[in-house]
């Protein structure tokens, strides 16, 4: 009884699937369905979460120009030039995306921190990182930048060079080739990089309360508030967490509707 | 003002070698100004990287290249002037129109890489596509043209600076036939007008005998033959040329013999030629001058080839007849049709080739 049994094993497997997609889909749905409209102006009226808000959204926004000044040319020489060892660069590079974050965070501290191993030379020029708003910076984009640099890298990876060339060869110096075809020609994976980072950065959690710490108005982004406010104030709590939840929902939704790559 | 080597006012003259992986080219260029000079080969005879060296994407391994006086090359100093620094304008096999500017933009882009602000570039554009009668193409993207307007905005881009030096690499390749005649007629009416020296690369026997002055065979890497089309024509030096040219080009040995002629040892068979040659040489025929018969033919005045059809394709009024002869001897012969009916040619028919003797040319 061949079709009786593919009818069982579509039904079997259809049943997991609306599980799967339960499982990670109720809380969400339990979030939003837990807030009202007007708990949620409420709750934007908090000092707690506007300085939350204001605080990720400079800080982010930092982290992605870090990302892009120094992301974008590592990107560039890991997709174009003869690198010994590349692979293993790579999967250095990569490794913050699957570290625990707190590592990460103890990781910077132990760099940059007041006696970390660079902590004295930045200190004697007058820099102190650690439980600063730079420090937010730095920890969201060691642990967010590798998402642009791999997406760049590989949009990067998949423009023919003849087009640089093409360019070159109608008198583009190397600068301007790379301005005005090669970015333009790899915009949709150098967007779908930012995309990602920006989602990474902004719930950015563990790396940030290990080495930046968490005093409000200077270090405490949203997922922090979130953190701190679940057992005192829940409506601010919720109201952040909602928030979270449609920016990275749009984000992911944005990459997902985005042109794929061209390949003329 | 001509350079050093100048032997010529102006023109391109150059001296390159490159060699990289399996690829050992060796060129030796000079073009006088307003010429089209011609690489033909076929793809991996080292045209594209000619081209690569010509345009300064690539850094000769030894030599030289200098054009209208100007050095672009010199190894024995370390010269090497970056594409952007030369005088150059570029068409490319597959247009390679960037897909994110419209053609118009497209055409502005050289100015815009020089400097130029985009207002005065992109008026300087649209004069250049109302010149190729293309100015209603300004405003549409590359993926919107088609083939044949694609390269006619290439090469709007391509001359838009007024280049000393066009360079052309299979301009003609990704176009349908009819387009290609029609792109070809208007592109061999446009160059040779001025000073600008042209080179174009192709594998195209058409495209060199439409633009070329002067062509220069390409095979791995090396120049195997350089000369006029009709030249080249004539005096096939490599079963490539022959076969491009249609000829029917042997080697074999020669001795003389009385009266100004030759006998030339072609593997197995002996020709007789009316002209003085000694020594290792080429033997040209043209297919139109080989005569086909099914019984031997009398008269000594003939060579006479046997051999077996392999293929007989038709072309306007004649019939292309391939034969196989003893010791691996292609010859092709051109009959009419009505001669190839009344043979009653087909694959595997014996016949007997014959030409005269004072229809071979012989050449070391």
């Known amino acids: ?264 | 003002m001509a350079g050093p080597h100048g032997d010529l006012a102006g023109g391109l003259s150059g001296d390159l070698v490159y060699a990289a992986g399996a690829l050992n080219l060796r060129l030796s260029l000079r073009i006088p100004p307003g010429a089209t000079h011609v690489l033909l080969g076929e793809s991996g005879a080292g045209k594209t990287t000619a081209l690569r060296l010509l345009a300064g994407l690539l850094r000769p391994s030894e030599g030289r290249l200098e054009l209208d006086g100007a050095f672009y090359d010199d190894t024995t100093t370390g010269l090497h002037r970056p594409p952007e620094e030369r005088s150059i304008g570029i068409v490319f096999q597959q247009g390679r129109l960037f897909p994110h500017l419209s053609a118009l933009d497209n055409v502005a882009f050289p100015l815009r890489a020089a400097g130029r602000s985009a207002a005065p570039a992109r008026e300087r554009a649209a004069e250049w596509l109302r010149r190729f009668q293309i100015e209603e193409l300004a405003s549409r993207m590359p993926a919107d043209l088609s083939g044949g307007e694609s390269q006619r905005v290439a090469l709007a881009r391509a001359l838009v600076r007024e280049p000393a030096l066009l360079l052309l690499d299979e301009p003609m390749a990704a176009l349908d036939v009819r387009t290609r005649q029609a792109v070809r007629a208007e592109l061999a009416a446009l160059l040779g007008d001025r000073r600008r020296v042209t080179v174009l690369v192709t594998h195209d026997y058409l495209d060199a005998a439409v633009f070329a002055d002067q062509v220069q065979v390409l095979e791995r890497g090396s120049v195997v033959q350089e000369g006029t089309v009709q030249e080249l024509v004539e005096r096939p030096r490599s079963a490539y040329v022959a076969q491009l040219a249609g000829m029917n080009v042997l080697r074999g040995a020669a001795r003389m013999v009385e009266g100004g002629a030759c006998e030339v040892e072609v593997g197995a068979v002996r020709l007789r030629a009316a002209r003085e040659a000694e020594g290792p040489v080429f033997v040209a025929i043209a297919p139109a001058h080989v005569t086909l018969h099914r019984l031997q033919p009398e008269g000594s005045a003939r060579n006479v080839i046997e051999g077996v059809v392999t293929q007989a394709v038709p072309m306007a009024g004649r019939v292309r007849v391939t034969l196989a002869a003893a010791g691996g001897l292609v010859l092709v012969a051109e009959v009419t049709r009505q001669s190839s009916m009344e043979l009653d040619l087909e694959q595997g028919t014996a016949v007997f080739a014959s030409f005269k003797a004072t229809e071979i040319e012989v050449y070391r």
């Not at chain 1, 760049?152 to 005005?180: I, V």
Request: proline letters at 7%; hydrophobic letters at 60%; a positive charge.
């Open chain 1, 1 to 264: 009884m061949k079709p009786l049994r593919a009818v069982l094993a579509r039904f079997v497997v259809g049943i997991a699937f609306g599980i799967a997609l339960a499982f990670l889909l109720l809380p969400l749905l339990a979030l939003v369905l837990h807030t009202t409209p007007g708990d949620l102006v409420a709750g934007l009226r908090s000092p707690v979460v506007l300085d939350a808000i204001r605080l990720s959204l400079i800080t982010t926004l930092g982290t992605l120009l870090l990302t892009l000044a120094f992301g974008l040319p590592a990107a560039w020489v890991l997709a174009r030039w003869r690198v010994p060892g590349r692979g293993l660069i790579e999967a250095a590079l990569a490794l913050p995306m699957v570290l625990p974050p707190v590592v990460a965070g103890v990781a910077l501290l132990v760099t940059v921190g007041a006696r970390g191993t660079m902590g004295p030379a930045l200190h004697a020029i007058g820099l102190r990182l650690p439980f600063t708003t730079l420090a937010v910076v730095l920890a969201q984009t060691f642990v967010a930048a590798p998402f642009f640099i791999t997406s760049a890298r590989a949009g990067f990876q998949a423009l023919d060079p003849g087009w640089e060339e093409a360019a070159r060869a109608l008198g583009a110096s190397r600068g301007y080739a790379f301005w005005r075809v090669v970015v333009p020609l790899t915009a949709p994976a150098l967007v779908a990089g930012l995309g990602l980072t920006w989602a990474r950065a902004l719930g950015e959690f563990g790396a940030t309360i290990t080495f930046a710490g968490n005093l409000m108005g200077v270090t405490q982004t949203m997922p922090l508030a979130v953190f701190v406010t679940a057992e005192s104030d829940l409506r601010s709590a919720i109201t952040l967490a909602v928030l979270l939840l449609v920016l990275a929902f749009t984000v992911l939704a944005a990459l997902r509707s985005a042109p794929l790559p061209a390949r003329a």
